[in-house]
Structure formats: C-alpha cells, structure tokens
C-alpha cells in the first residue's frame, strides 16, 4: 500500500485582473482552465488558488493471488488497485481481502513535458468496496460452503424452478440453445464455452503425489477470421 495522495476534484480559479472566481471540474485527470475571464473580458488571466479547491483522498494498492490458489508451477498475478475517500486505509498489508470495483484504462504519457499518449494503456480496478476474508473461511480461494450458504438464500418458489428445471432431459440443449442466440449454430463451440462458465472445484491430490488439478476449463477455439470466435 502507497501513502495517501490528495487528488484535485473541483479546481478554484481567480481573475487576477478583476478578482473573478470560478470553480471548475476535473475531467479524467486534466484541469479546465478558463481562457476568458467572463467580468473584465481579459483572456488567460486566471489563476489557480490552491487553498479553495476541493481534494479527496487516493491511495494505491498492489493485490496480489493467495499461494494456495495459484497452480504449481506458476507464479502468482497481481494487479493495481485505486481507493478513495472512505476506502482509504480499508485493509493493511498481509491482508486477505474480496475486492469489488470497477476495472478501467488510463493512457500514459510518453514524457511529462508533451501530452502524447503511449500506445500501451495502465490498466487498474477502481476500488467500489473491500471485504475482509478470515482464515477461517479462507479456502481455495473461495468463501467456505458454510458461510456461503447463509449469505445465498432461495425462496421456496425458486428452490421448486431450479428442481424442475434439473428435472428436465432436455436441459442441457435448452442451454446451448439460450448460449449467444445472437450466433447461429456453433452448437460444439457453445458446449465448450458453456462448460468453461459453469466450471468445477479445485482437487488437491497432494498426499496420493498426484499433484494438483485446476477448476478451470481451458478451450482453445481455432477457426477463419470473423467466425464470431471472440
């Protein structure tokens, strides 16, 4: 975790002819400097007045995947984190945490000194809430079963939907069929991909000197270009 930074929201600026002042906001991360000043007329007269702009706290957050959770032979990702205001402070270091946000872009410039662009964006999840995941209910990676059906529950109606709907032989062409509508055929494709979504459960077979097996599904989909692969 980084130390806490002021960000600019709304910047006051102050006609230093007149005495004008205007309030203005911050659009993606640049400042719009009025040009004129709309009392006196005079042009690129304002100035900034730091004192009276409004700042909200940001700090950077470097998460990064539980041991426990990453294949062997693979070394653990990681990706940045934004937080603002309250969220500030949300967690320390060392900590094993759910983070629900916002994943986004921001372009770089190639040099402080000119506002190009480089062609490689940042790319960082602004931060919306932060839960904190005890070592008990930390497993895998996921929230144990325990816990995770007190926080689910079902209605009756629901629950009775689901039984019937599991009942059905033809529930697994209902699926391909309802898989990407939009796309015509490609039911082998759908099956693939509709096996991928549903996934599995990590299987450790340490003690049997198996190793271990993903929960993951990976599909390789190899074919002509604009066959709707993406």
Same mark, same amino acid.
């Given at each position: ?5 002021? !960000? ?6 102050? $006609? ?14 640049? #400042? ?7 009392? $006196? ?19 950077? +957050? ?7 959770? +990453? @294949? ?10 934004? +937080? ?13 945490? !759910? ?15 000119? =506002?190009?662009?480089?062609? +490689? ?27 995770? !059906? !007190? ?17 059905? @032989?033809? /529930?697994?062409?209902?699926? #391909? ?8 055929? $490609?039911?082998? #494709? ?6 991928? /979504? ?11 000197? =198996?190793? =271990? ?11 002509? @270009? ?5």
């Amino acid at each position: 975790m980084s130390d806490i930074y002021p !960000e600019m929201k709304d910047a006051h600026f102050k $006609c230093a002819c007149c005495g004008h002042k205007l309030v203005t906001s911050i659009d993606r991360g640049r #400042v719009n400097e009025p040009t004129m000043c709309p009392r $006196c007329g005079s042009k690129n007269s304002f100035e900034i007045v730091h004192n009276l702009c409004l700042f909200s706290d940001k700090q950077y +957050v470097k998460m990064q995947e539980t041991p426990d959770t +990453v @294949p062997e032979g693979e070394t653990p990702q990681n990706v940045s984190l934004i +937080v603002y205001d309250e969220l500030v402070d949300g967690c320390k270091p060392g900590d094993k945490v !759910e983070i629900t946000g916002i994943y986004r872009a921001q372009g770089i410039r190639a040099s402080r000194f000119k =506002r190009t662009l480089r062609s +490689v964006f940042k790319t960082y999840i602004d931060v919306v809430s932060i839960s904190s995941m005890h070592k008990d209910k930390f497993q895998f990676g996921n929230v144990d079963k325990n816990d995770h !059906e !007190e926080q689910v529950k079902f209605t009756e109606h629901e629950k009775a939907e689901y039984k019937m709907l599991s009942e059905d @032989p033809d /529930l697994y062409d209902k699926l #391909v069929n309802s898989f990407a509508p939009s796309i015509w055929e $490609c039911n082998d #494709v759908k099956k693939g991909v509709l096996c991928q /979504l549903f996934g599995g459960t990590p299987k450790d077979f340490g003690e049997d000197l =198996r190793g =271990r097996f993903r929960s993951d599904i990976n599909i390789l989909l190899v074919g002509d @270009p604009s066959t709707a692969k993406s």
